[in-house]
């Protein structure tokens, strides 16, 4: 199923398209391709808010872009990859039977899948800016993120229906 349909279909039910993406065996390019997408898909977001910052600073826009390049594209998915590795080791704790591989593959996925609320989330803090409208949207991308992320682990690591 192409990308754009699983993420739609994570919004109704992540677990099921966990447990079809976990069928396709433990391959770790494609949780890195994963992974990147939804890093440079963040990074992307940030665009227009970044714009509005430099345009009511009076600074140069390119600094900033590189400085979230680099944040978003290089050090964020070393920091989601040791994340990935700590939720699968407290689920190994709390009676967890999957892989650092499954574990990895819900949160790169949950990340990926969650995406498009953060790009609303950038066009809300770039053309409104700060303001209760940009908590609202910040606070449901969170949510949705983390019930995709707990779903996701949950199937990941095995957990009963």
């Not at 109704?12 to 447990?19: A, D, E, I, L, Q």
């Not at 391709?33 to 714009?51: D, K, N, R, T, Y």
């Not at 390049?69 to 994340?83: E, K, Q, T």
């Amino acid at each position: 199923m192409p990308v754009t349909r699983d993420i739609a279909a994570t919004y109704w039910g992540p677990g099921k398209v966990m447990r079809r993406l976990l069928a396709l065996g433990p391959r770790e390019d494609r949780a890195l391709a994963i992974l990147m997408a939804g890093c440079v898909l963040v990074f992307i977001s940030q665009w227009p808010v970044l714009a509005r910052e430099a345009h009511l600073e009076g600074e140069d826009l390119n600094p900033k872009l590189g400085a979230s390049l680099m944040a978003w594209v290089l050090i964020a998915p070393l920091l989601l990859y040791g994340l990935a590795a700590l939720t699968h080791l407290a689920a190994r704790v709390l009676g967890g039977k999957g892989s650092f591989f499954s574990a990895r593959l819900a949160l790169f996925w949950s990340f990926l899948a969650a995406s498009p609320l953060m790009l609303l989330n950038g066009l809300v803090g770039g053309f409104i800016g700060p303001g209760p409208q940009l908590q609202i949207v910040g606070f449901l991308w969170l949510a949705v993120f983390l019930w995709f992320w707990i779903r996701g682990l949950m199937v990941a690591e095995g957990s009963p229906e």
